[in-house]
């Protein structure tokens, strides 16, 4: 089993700034993909951005790229997404999922093992 805890999450001002980390325990951490992925009230579960297992390829939404930024801590075993300029419909429960040797997938029945998640809130 490889558990994921999320944290970070929070309420900030559009425009705004907040960093996400799921730090991860159990099963070798750098053998997985580690992604995102978001759930505004009354939606469906989303992709947000992906870091592939290696490290080297990262995938991203259309609707965050050049404001998020997924990155790891492979020391700490510790994955974060940056969230920058925030806007009110980033507003979601993020989750962080892992999905091995994954060189970066979008898809969420790609992913083993997900994280309770934590609620970002922007206001407008």
């Known amino acids: 089993q490889l558990a994921l805890v999320e944290s970070g999450g929070g309420l900030v001002q559009a425009g705004g700034s907040l960093r996400l980390s799921c730090a991860a325990s159990?099963?070798?951490?750098?053998?997985?993909?580690m992604g995102w992925f978001r759930q505004a009230p009354g939606k469906e579960r989303e992709f947000v951005a992906v870091?592939?297992?290696?490290?080297?390829?990262?995938t991203y939404a259309d609707s965050v790229k050049d404001r998020f930024a997924i990155s790891r801590d492979s020391a700490k075993n510790t994955v974060y997404l940056r969230m920058d300029s925030l806007k009110p419909e980033d507003t979601a429960v993020y989750y962080c999922?892992?999905?091995?040797?994954?060189?970066?997938?979008?898809?969420?029945?790609?992913?083993?093992?997900w994280g309770q998640g934590t609620q970002v809130t922007v206001s407008s």
């Open positions: 870091l592939s297992w290696r490290g080297g390829r990262t």
């Open positions: 159990g099963r070798t951490f750098s053998n997985y993909g």
């Open positions: 999922a892992a999905d091995l040797f994954s060189t970066g997938s979008p898809r969420e029945r790609d992913y083993e093992y």
